[in-house]
């Protein structure tokens, strides 16, 4: 079964850090780049990071810098290590892979305090 669940969020103060996991199932995960994405409210879903089965990354510029993604293939995991945190982070985090190929889960919501 394919699914995608993703842990890690909550509540933390500007300038703050959190660490968002993403558990895949499924035997697509190895051969495809995983992605976060994220979605505040009234806004559209966007693309936050990117990884390549290789593990060569991509960031949004606007997390560039204070964003990390990295992936592990035999756990089947993603993460997305999140630094010096803004109220503008604040949205709902989902994982799935880079074209979208994946029912969405319920993603984790990261909200930034200011």
């Known amino acids: 079964q394919v699914q995608l669940v993703e842990s890690g969020g909550g509540l933390v103060q500007a300038g703050g850090s959190l660490r968002l996991s993403c558990a895949a199932s499924?035997?697509?995960?190895?051969?495809?780049?995983m992605a976060w994405y994220r979605q505040a409210p009234g806004l559209r879903r966007e693309l936050v990071a990117s990884?390549?089965?290789?593990?060569?990354?991509n960031y949004a510029d606007s997390v560039k810098g204070r964003f990390t993604i990295s992936r592990d293939n035999t756990k089947k995991m993603v993460y997305l290590q999140m630094n010096s945190l803004k109220p503008e982070d604040t949205a709902v985090y989902y994982c799935?892979?880079?074209?979208?190929?994946?029912?969405w889960g319920q993603g984790t919501q990261v909200t930034v305090s200011s």
């Open positions: 799935n892979t880079f074209l979208e190929s994946v029912r």
């Open positions: 499924g035997s697509f995960f190895s051969i495809n780049t």
């Open positions: 990884v390549t089965p290789g593990s060569n990354p």
